[in-house]
């Protein structure tokens, strides 16, 4: 028998975690209303705890993906500048292989 992995949305995940934080109900009676395994509260309460200070840290999550963005950039520049040169290689060895009668 297969198992099948079922995946929430984020919405989701916020708003099971922020009625368990309320502590009205048990993780248990939480996870029987939404049809989720106490585990998965257990875990995504961990994860929300354990990064909540980014919703009040905005700027240094722009400041890291720019700079991660900016790496990538310079990572695909070179590549297409490694392409540019392969690219005119190979137009050399088709050019050179013509002039000596041999077929590519």
């Not at 995946?7 to 993780?27: A, C, D, I």
């Not at 509260?41 to 705890?49: C, P, V, Y």
Request: proline share 2%; glycine share 4%; charged share 35%.
């Amino acid at each position: 028998m297969k198992r099948t992995v079922k995946h929430y949305n984020p919405e989701f995940k916020v708003k099971v975690v922020l009625e368990s934080l309320k502590g009205e109900k048990t993780t248990n009676q939480i996870a029987s209303k939404y049809g989720t395994v106490p585990r998965n509260i257990q875990h995504w309460r961990k994860q929300f705890l354990e990064n909540a200070e980014l919703a009040f840290s905005k700027e240094k999550i722009i400041k890291e993906c720019k700079q991660k963005l900016h790496i990538k950039e310079e990572e695909l520049e070179e590549v297409y500048k490694e392409l540019g040169r392969l690219t005119a290689q190979l137009n050399w060895a088709k050019k050179k292989s013509k002039e000596f009668g041999l077929v590519i």
